[in-house]
Structures are given as structure tokens and as C-alpha cells.
């Protein structure tokens, strides 16, 4: 005969295994994706050090770039003062040269 009891028992017990063996499949699935996540946490790890790096270097080389940068222009206005003052000789070495041969002229 149809006992109520047991069926509502044995119906309960079966959603239960159900509820479990869904749970176990959850479980897996969320152990795969930690482990997927794992590697891109690492891998990401990596990325950040190799960024560190070439900050670190880049900061470097802008440092040095600077600095002969400094120099360059510092080199740069030591030639704008040499041609200045060459141009300024060369104006009293032409009137001098001018004014001897002015006196040569006259003494000649």
C-alpha cells in the first residue's frame, strides 16, 4: 500500500543526493577556477615585477638623459660665448689692422 511517510522519505532522501552531488560539482568547478585564478595571480605577479623594473629603469635613463641634457646646454652656451667674443676680436683686430695701414700709408 502507498505509505505517505516513506515515500515523502524516500523523496526528501533522493533531493538530498541531488543537493550533494550538485554541491560536489560545485566544489569542483570552484577549485578549477581557484586554480585558474592562482596562475593569473602569479602571471600578474610576474607583469608587476617586470613593470617595477622597467620603471625603475626608465627612471634611470631619464636621469642620465637629463643630466647630459644639462650638460649639452651648458656646452652649447660656452660656444655661444666663444662666437661672441671671437666676433667681438675680430671687430678690434679689423679696426687695428685698419689704423695700421692708415699709419703705413702716412709713414710710407
Known sequence: MFD?????ANLTIEILKQIRDGV???NQRLDRTNERLDGVSERLD???????????RQTETETRLATELVAVVGAV?????A???DR???????DHEQRLR???????
Open 24 to 26: 560536489a560539482v560545485t
Open 4 to 8: 505517505m511517510r516513506e515515500d515523502s
Open 83 to 85: 662666437i661672441l667674443s
Open 77 to 81: 652656451h660656452s660656444l655661444r660665448d
Open 88 to 94: 667681438d676680436l675680430r671687430h678690434t683686430v679689423n
Open 46 to 56: 610576474g607583469v608587476s615585477e617586470r613593470l617595477d623594473r622597467t620603471e625603475k
Open 102 to 108: 692708415t699709419i703705413e700709408r702716412k709713414a710710407g
